[in-house]
Nanobody, 116 residues
Framework: QVQLVESGGGLVQPGGSLRLSCAAS????????MSWYRQAPGKERELVAD????????NYADSVKGRFTISRDNAENTVLLQMNSLKPEDTAVYYC?????????WGQGTQVTVSS
């Protein structure tokens, strides 16, 4: 069955770094664009970054530009989110998303907490 399993979340101090990983299985990973979303308490889920199925044309939310980097490895069926210079407002549950046309898959999410 389709699975997207996020890992790498945790507690980090402001200014620190984390690397999130999403391991995909059960579908043709290389045919899907991949994205990271996040949802903070009391807020709507928002797009953080996405990347084409070829690993090109990454896009970022304005709030994370210059701090976050999305990448993918189609041979390993993984997508990464490198997060640097983390801020308290980056605190959220981060979700991996795969999409192809109207088909979308979601992971269960991983918690990122930025606090001193």
């Amino acid at each position: 069955q389709v699975q997207l399993v996020e890992s790498g979340g945790g507690l980090v101090q402001p200014g620190g770094s984390l690397r999130l990983s999403c391991a995909a299985s059960g579908f043709a990973f290389s045919m899907y664009a991949m994205s990271w979303y996040r949802q903070a308490p009391g807020k709507e889920r928002e797009l953080v970054a996405d990347i084409s199925r070829f690993g090109t044309s990454p896009n970022y939310a304005d709030s994370v530009k210059g701090r976050f980097t999305i990448s993918r490895d189609n041979a390993e069926n993984t997508v990464l989110l490198q997060m640097n210079s983390l801020k308290p407002e980056d605190t959220a549950v981060y979700y991996c998303n795969a999409r192809s046309g109207i088909i979308k898959y979601w992971g269960q999410g991983t918690q990122v907490t930025v606090s001193s």
